[in-house]
């Protein structure tokens, strides 16, 4: 959408769009004048400009943030709930121009960003609900002269650090929860697409948030970008998804000033399939886990471990699947694999399967760039006789490969399987309803799919162990992310 108001997020230039940050209700250029360019990974052209804010635009949202925190905090939760009704009806309307917003600064293809905008209007839909539940108690007191309450309250100013391969629903699961609980919340998007997260404040200004609950601050400086966020000690809790490493960072830093902390990290997920599973389910679910987003997910299939009795037959009908997968620009038709967001993937997924080639693996589909266009295209991929020492085995590859393990025993399975730092998502297919269970309290992962390779829901709590991180987004647990519990003990009641 290109408008000419200068009051909207965006005007009209002659070769692309530029979009203003949203703070205070208003669109705003960076305090420096500094832009810098967004491009579509499947073209390498740009579509846009945004504003290149520093620590001083990020210190101003803060401070509207706070200025807000307590109307909004003290506002009823009816209305709360209306705002967040409203802005999620906004999305399915628009839902197709928000989805090619997406696809273009992104890559996935069209039909998931669709999907991903739907999916993200179901957060605000489920927080709209939970703004309206959050309840308090009494305490039976120890005198009859006393009464003992326990109220929920907004922490107050919060920040959301959001990743670039889910640019809508890492920043509604964050926000949905943040808003319904009465919590102001100053977003930092990734710089590959912040298109989006833009395009979510420009809704949430129609719907009628009031000025200063919500900013949206770009930038290409991530690191004073959060120390802004992480020093100031009015921000009381960060919402961070992305990798271990920073995620460890902004734990030292929230250290400081004792900030809550949610973090959505890394990821290594086994995908396992037992010999008496429900094979062409298996497959399909396998394809599923791990070609969304081309690869690009926290809860990816990194490790498909097959039973040793049907891995070829399992090796063969994933093959002849993955190979009618069509790659190219995620808005052309009938396209399932879009481009990797950016060069550094793009390498990484190289040097994984190179890796895997020199130390005996086989690659079986792929394992090269698609020639399909300048952009960053790589060919679904499968390997096989993958193995431990590769990199396949112990690091997020981030792209359209599947490396194949095999294994024999439940219980060799399940000790290969927990054998990584990571505790994310877990997949196993299996008919034995004891193996089901056995698997869900033997697996260390804070997310399972027992038969089920879409496990993420809104309804549903989020979040992982170990260096996967700690919190929960989605579901009645999303929301006490945001709440502090405090106590008030009522004397002087008396007899009457």
């Given amino acids: 959408m290109i408008v000419h108001d200068e009051e909207d997020p965006m005007v009209a230039t002659a070769a692309e769009t530029a979009y203003k940050l949203f703070m205070g209700g208003s669109w705003v250029e960076a305090e420096s004048g500094k832009t810098f360019q967004v491009v579509n990974p499947a073209t390498l052209e740009p579509i846009a400009t945004v504003p290149d804010a520093g620590r001083a635009d990020m210190q101003r949202a803060i401070d509207l943030a706070a200025a807000s925190q307590p109307s909004w905090g003290n506002s009823v939760a009816k209305d709360r709930a209306r705002i967040l009704s409203d802005a999620a009806r906004q999305m399915h309307a628009e839902k197709d121009k928000l989805a090619r917003i997406m696809t273009e600064e992104e890559g996935k293809p069209l039909a998931e960003s669709t999907g991903e905008i739907t999916y993200a209007a179901a957060f605000l839909e489920w927080f709209a609900g939970e703004a309206e539940r ?108 992305g990798s271990t490493e920073v995620g460890k960072i902004l734990m030292k830093q929230a250290a400081d000033t004792l900030k809550r902390l949610s973090l959505e990290l890394g990821g290594h997920a086994p995908f396992i399939v037992f010999d008496d599973a429900d094979l062409d389910a298996a497959v399909e679910n396998a394809i599923y886990a791990k070609m969304r987003n081309m690869g690009e997910t926290c809860i990816a299939a990194n490790r498909i471990f097959v039973q040793r009795g049907i891995r070829d037959e399992f090796v063969k009908r994933l093959v002849d699947r993955m190979s009618k997968l069509k790659v190219g ?41 698609a020639d399909v266009g300048k952009g960053y295209f790589y060919e679904p991929t499968v390997i096989v006789d993958v193995k431990e020492d590769m990199l396949i085995s112990h690091e997020e590859t981030f792209g359209p490969v ?95």
């Fill in 134 to 241: 959050v309840y308090g108690m009494t305490i039976p007191p120890l005198t009859p002269v006393k009464r003992i309450l326990a109220l929920k309250r907004p922490v107050g100013v919060t920040a959301a650090i959001t990743p670039w391969n889910f640019p809508a629903a890492m920043i509604t699961r964050k926000l949905g929860a943040a808003l319904a609980a009465g919590c102001t919340m100053v977003i930092k998007p990734a710089e590959m697409t912040p298109l989006t997260a833009l395009e979510m404040a420009r809704i949430f200004q129609d719907v009628g948030l009031p000025d200063g609950v919500l900013s949206v601050v770009t930038g290409t400086d991530p690191r004073a970008l959060a120390a802004a966020i992480m020093e100031d000690f009015r921000v009381r809790k960060v919402s961070f998804t």
């Fill in 329 to 369: 620009n995620g808005l052309e038709p009938g396209v399932a694999v879009g481009p990797l967001v950016d060069e550094p993937t793009f390498d990484k997924v190289v040097e994984h399967v190179d890796d895997a080639r020199s130390k005996g693996g086989e690659v079986m589909l792929g394992g090269k760039r």
């Fill in 402 to 496: 599947a490396g194949i393990l095999s294994f024999d025993t439940e219980d060799e399975v399940i000790a290969r399987a927990n054998d990584t730092k990571y505790g994310l998502a877990g997949y196993y297919f299996t008919r034995d309803v004891g193996r089901v269970w056995r698997l869900a309290e033997k697996l260390e992962y804070g997310i399972l799919g027992a038969n089920d390779g879409a496990p993420s829901a809104a309804v549903a709590p989020f979040g992982g162990v170990k260096e996967s991180g700690f919190g929960r987004e989605g579901s009645a647990f999303g929301i006490d992310e945001y709440l502090d519990v405090k106590y008030i003990s009522l004397g002087g009641i008396g007899q009457s």
